[in-house]
């Protein structure tokens, strides 16, 4: 059978290849006194609160599930538009927002609608491999730029400027990030897109671990620089509804009839079931208990950054946001006899029954020295995740 070269061009994601062979190894150890403890996947460990669970089982008792209009129920581009207003006071007009199956339907869209054959998109390294991808898909190619601990493994405007050639098309930028947990600095922020402004391009921002930030220097949306700004957000983080399938993007007003063009042909619209549910996100008694949840991922990484850095597993930048560790695992692969850290966590996994995740996937700049620690799981897993790790690198 001929495959198209486009699916050529898209790498494995190791980090699922990792988390098969975690899961083969849970079923062994499941009933000793060290059963796996999955560190590897960036998944809230929490699940959707109850009016939100509320609101999807009367929208399905109710037979509320034909298709919506492709932007999304007007109603939920309305409630986003409101929050918005009253996390980062940022006024974002409800007709430019657009809500897609999930943040990974709205990069693909945004690719689709701004790549053309043969573009370059700048993107970090390291930075989440999908993203790549989704421009390789477009028909583009991601130009992934090395980046270090004291640019907080984040762009820059000098770096951007050097880099961009004739068919640069843009920049794709992730704040906070996903492997790092960190943002990019406002100021630097507003000199990248002054930059890609000046040489006709578009700044395109995930932000889809906005809402968990912790740092009130960082914690403000993109969207305040200027309408041009196209944003990448989700409800699968900080709203804690992964598998309901549901993400939106901010577009510039004149971009909002192609992305619904190809909505409509591609995606029809998001899940009705998982829009009207929703609308419960808003609520005061919903969002105060993902503000409890926030502080509580908060504290999670104010216990286990330290406590790897007391392990020897160094994390260059302090997370300023999201529920990751990037850390360095040289140290550590020299204590279990291995090189790098693809061995480092699959050594880790053997010895200590601990899932984490190689950074393999996030590019090629220094990443075979790092490995990522998801910090989504309980405060309890936590601890006992460090203590088999005190064990097996002592």
């Not at 061009?9 to 062994?28: D, G, T, W």
């Not at 578009?202 to 196209?230: C, K, M, N, P, W």
């Amino acid at each position: 059978m001929h495959f198209a070269a486009r699916a050529e061009r898209i790498e494995p994601f190791y980090v699922m290849e990792v988390a098969k062979a975690a899961q083969a190894l849970a079923q062994q150890v499941a009933h000793t006194d060290q059963p796996m403890i999955f560190l590897n996947i960036g998944e809230p460990d929490f699940t959707a609160p109850p009016l939100v669970q509320e609101a999807a089982a009367r929208a399905v008792r109710d037979g509320a599930t034909q298709y919506t209009q492709a932007l999304g129920l007007p109603a939920l581009r309305e409630r986003i538009s409101q929050w918005y207003a009253d996390r980062f006071g940022v006024q974002v007009p409800a007709r430019r927002i657009v809500v897609t199956a999930g943040a990974s339907a709205a990069l693909q869209l945004a690719c689709l609608a701004l790549v053309d054959e043969g573009d370059e998109v700048l993107m970090p390294d390291p930075s989440y491999p999908c993203n790549r991808h989704f421009v390789s898909a477009a028909g583009g190619t991601a130009v992934l730029l090395a980046t270090t601990a004291q640019e907080r493994f984040q762009l820059s405007a000098a770096k951007v400027e050097a880099a961009w050639g004739p068919r640069t098309r843009g920049v794709l930028l992730a704040s906070p990030s996903n492997p790092t947990g960190t943002s990019i600095a406002p100021e630097e922020l507003r000199r990248i897109h002054a930059t890609v402004q000046a040489r006709g391009g578009v700044t395109l921002i995930d932000e889809i671990y906005l809402g968990l930030s912790y740092d009130e220097r960082f914690g403000h949306t993109a969207l305040a620089l200027d309408e041009q700004v196209v944003s990448i957000n989700s409800f699968s983080k900080y709203f804690n509804m992964t598998g309901w399938r549901l993400g939106w993007m901010v577009v510039p007003e004149a971009m909002v009839p192609v992305v619904e063009k190809l909505a409509q042909n591609l995606f029809i619209c998001a899940s009705t079931v998982s829009q009207l549910a929703a609308l419960a996100c808003f609520e005061r008694e919903s969002l105060a208990e993902y503000e409890r949840r926030r502080a509580e991922f908060r504290a999670r990484r104010d216990f286990f950054i330290p406590a790897l850095q007391s392990l020897g597993l160094a994390v260059p930048v302090q997370p300023d946001g999201a529920f990751y560790a990037w850390a360095d695992c040289t140290q550590a692969a020299e204590r279990l006899g291995v090189q790098g850290s693809w061995d480092c966590a699959f050594a880790i996994m053997r010895a200590a029954h601990l899932a984490i995740t190689p950074g393999r996937d996030f590019g090629t700049a220094d990443t075979g020295r790092f490995v990522r620690f998801s910090t989504a799981n309980s405060m309890a897993q936590l601890e006992e995740a460090v203590a088999r790790l005190r064990r097996v690198l002592a």
